[in-house]
């Protein structure tokens, strides 16, 4: 089968498409043939080297395979024996961030626990769109966030991958949602239900005289000072973690100390893939509540193409990979 394969660290030599040997399900495994895929800032890091960013929150990032690939979405062929929730020919879904990866090639085995059955009114290349991202919007505005009805949230790059998720999650848990984005995502974002969007080029979010009881920061976002003049009292500042070191370094350490004694919150998302969590996202889409943007699809072969235009941070949603199967061409 074909498979992009890490060979290298640093793109755009990181990787490149190779013939490899098809995988064999395990006992407790679902032999998916992939349809699609999707680019995220985890397999950003492996293609990069960039592990440390990801051991500081106790991740496993390296497949063991050296292929990358966490989100997919495709068609059973075979199970393990031990497999009882699925069979051959079901369509399904899922997220392998910390466990296999692997899912940037034609066929993928993975745990029956990480994947469920694919939102019936999605194609495969929306459905790849979903996990990873959605799942980091879940639980970091419900877990982490404890969002609640009647609350002032406000999302930090609202037009990304995980912010469309957020904006849309938000909304359905009853918060009045303002969404920071660039000027050419303004409409986008109020689509997606925010009730106020702000053009951070425009507006700084920290000095308006608004204060929020949730912020939700992915990629680049306001220092952790300025975050903290924004939150109401008792609010909570919640974070994708990054993207740099210096960031993290923010988060994870200065944060909870400039933070300390005021009353306010900051956490760092530590996702840990939930199956019951990728169930409850498929009745939001199956509902109407929620929906997955795409930016733009790549097909396998261009999957370093996909990194670069990923890496320059400006993608409104999803980055999608598509997967062509030379045995049945």
Do not use: W
């Not at 032999?31 to 397999?43: C, D, G, K, Q």
């Not at 790849?128 to 980091?136: D, K, Q, R």
């Amino acid at each position: 089968m074909k498979a992009i394969v890490c060979t290298k660290y640093g793109l755009p030599k990181a990787i490149e498409l190779k013939e490899v040997e098809k995988p064999v399900p395990k006992d407790n495994e679902v032999l998916v043939e992939v349809h699609a895929s999707s680019v995220t800032f985890s397999n950003q890091i492996f293609v990069n080297n960039r592990f440390f960013l990801f051991r500081l929150i106790g991740k496993k990032v390296m497949p063991d395979t050296g292929i990358p690939g966490s989100d997919m979405a495709g068609r059973v062929v075979a199970i393990g024996r031990d497999v009882k929730q699925f069979k051959p020919g079901d369509e399904v879904y899922g997220d392998m961030f910390g466990r296999v990866k692997g899912a940037f090639a034609e066929y993928v085995c993975s745990p029956e626990n990480l994947l469920a059955l694919k939102p019936a009114n999605l194609s495969f290349e929306e459905a790849a769109a979903v996990p990873e991202s959605a799942l980091v919007a879940l639980v970091g505005l419900r877990d982490y966030g404890k969002i609640q009805k009647g609350q002032k949230a406000l999302i930090y790059s609202a037009s990304g991958g995980i912010g469309t998720f957020a904006v849309q999650i938000a909304k359905y848990y009853g918060a009045e949602v303002s969404g920071v984005c660039s000027t050419r995502n303004l409409e986008l974002v109020r689509s997606l239900g925010a009730d106020h969007v702000i053009d951070y080029t425009k507006e700084d979010c920290t000095r308006n005289g608004q204060h929020y009881d949730l912020i939700f920061a992915v990629r680049k976002s306001p220092s952790i000072c300025a975050i903290k003049r924004s939150l109401s009292p008792g609010g909570i500042y919640v974070s994708t973690a990054g993207p740099s070191p210096s960031r993290l370094f923010q988060e994870f350490f200065i944060g909870p100390r400039i933070f300390k004694n005021s009353g306010k919150k900051v956490a760092v998302i530590n996702l840990q893939i939930n199956q019951s969590d990728l169930v409850f996202i498929t009745e939001l889409i199956e509902a109407g509540k929620v929906k997955p943007v795409i930016d733009r699809r790549y097909p396998l072969s261009e999957v370093p193409e996909a990194f670069r235009y990923y890496a320059k941070g400006h993608a409104r949603g999803k980055v999608v990979i598509t997967v062509e199967h030379s045995d049945k061409a």
